[in-house]
């Protein structure tokens, strides 16, 4: 009976994960559980728990549902950042360091020829830590990009570019950043815009260089225009140029 209890125990303790939220600014827990939850949409049910100091656990009822919610991230509310890490059977949520998230990675302006899976191994663990490629993306008959699944840390600012050597030439390739949420288009790290950057407390805006932009966020297939800080954003088939 004992033994049978402390096997059931741990299965629950294996759907758990625990997370925080990329912000400074208090967050309303109950608004935050009902966004998740209607955004997760578990078929076996979730129960959440605020831990404090935008930190929070979560029990899944199914693996399914937990597996599911890993996958596709990354999450955001109120587009900060979630960063969710999965506990182990007897782990901790206070042993936890939580400074990854994974992304889904555009890989724009890459030869044909360089659309292979030990290519886009490279190119996950330049960005980050390489978790996996979406093969159907590029082995189809039309292919316009690569689609490579990332575990990025927080601390490091987002990779823009990657030169990669075809024969005797080099090219450079982008990155887009699919569902990317709040980053600083100075510094280039999550979890500020640039009005709040660290690096630049007292610094007037206008005279901040800004070497990012909306051109790291994952667009579709079509062009699409947009003005930023007053100024035209060409965006599309990875064209990214200000004028």
Not at 123 to 138: A, Q
């Amino acid at each position: 009976m004992l033994e049978k209890q402390a096997r059931r125990r741990q299965r629950v303790f294996i759907r758990r994960l625990v997370g925080r939220i990329l912000t400074d600014r208090p967050v309303k827990f109950t608004a935050f559980k009902e966004t998740m939850a209607n955004a997760w949409r578990p078929g076996k049910g979730v129960s959440m728990r605020d831990l404090g100091g935008q930190k929070f656990l979560v029990q899944f009822y199914h693996k399914y549902d937990l597996c599911r919610v890993l996958d596709d991230g990354p999450w955001s509310f109120d587009r900060n950042l979630l960063l969710p890490k999965r506990l182990g059977s007897f782990e901790s949520s206070n042993q936890c360091t939580l400074t990854q998230a994974t992304f889904m990675i555009q890989v724009h302006n890459i030869p044909l020829n360089l659309m292979t899976s030990y290519v886009a191994e490279l190119i996950g663990n330049y960005v980050g830590i390489f978790v996996s490629v979406d093969e159907n993306n590029y082995k189809g008959p039309v292919k316009v990009f690569m689609r490579v699944h990332v575990l990025v840390d927080i601390a490091n600012p987002l990779k823009q570019m990657m030169k990669l050597r075809r024969g005797k030439e080099w090219v450079w390739i982008e990155f887009w950043y699919e569902r990317l949420p709040t980053f600083c288009y100075i510094c280039g790290r999550l979890g500020h815009s640039d009005r709040f950057c660290p690096g630049h407390v007292g610094e007037r805006g206008s005279d901040l260089s800004r070497s990012y932009g909306v051109c790291l966020v994952g667009g579709g297939y079509f062009l699409k225009k947009r003005k930023v800080m007053g100024m035209k954003v060409v965006m599309g088939f990875g064209l990214c140029r200000f004028f």
